[in-house]
Structure formats: C-alpha cells, structure tokens
C-alpha cells in the first residue's frame, strides 16, 4: 500500500509539471473563518497546459 501511494504522487508530480495553475478571473476573494481560513465560496482553479 506505501508503494501504491508513492507511485500514485510521483505520478501526479510529473503529471502536474506540464500545467501551470492560476486563478479564475471570477474568483472573488471571501474568507471564511474558521480553524484555518478556507475560501466562502470555493477557490476557481484554471489550469493551462504549458
């Protein structure tokens, strides 16, 4: 089970390298309080391929 899940981040990490990440020109920043600070409505990902 370790080595599934080793395999399973190095596979997203090469994965994640050929995107790069940024937020939606929609995003309206609203915190929320909680024990951390988490987004009210959610955080928009765009992803591009690079």
Same mark, same amino acid.
């Given at each position: %089970?370790?080595?599934?899940? @080793?395999?399973?981040?190095? #596979? @997203?990490? =090469?994965?994640? %390298?050929?995107?790069?990440f940024? @937020?939606?020109?929609?995003?309206t920043?609203?915190?929320?309080?909680?024990?951390?600070? %988490?987004?009210?409505?959610? #955080? %928009?990902? =765009? @992803?591009?391929?690079?």
């Amino acid at each position: %089970q370790n080595f599934a899940l @080793l395999e399973a981040k190095i #596979a @997203l990490s =090469m994965m994640l %390298q050929h995107f790069s990440f940024g @937020l939606s020109p929609s995003y309206t920043h609203a915190p929320f309080p909680v024990s951390t600070l %988490q987004p009210d409505h959610g #955080a %928009q990902i =765009m @992803l591009e391929k690079i």
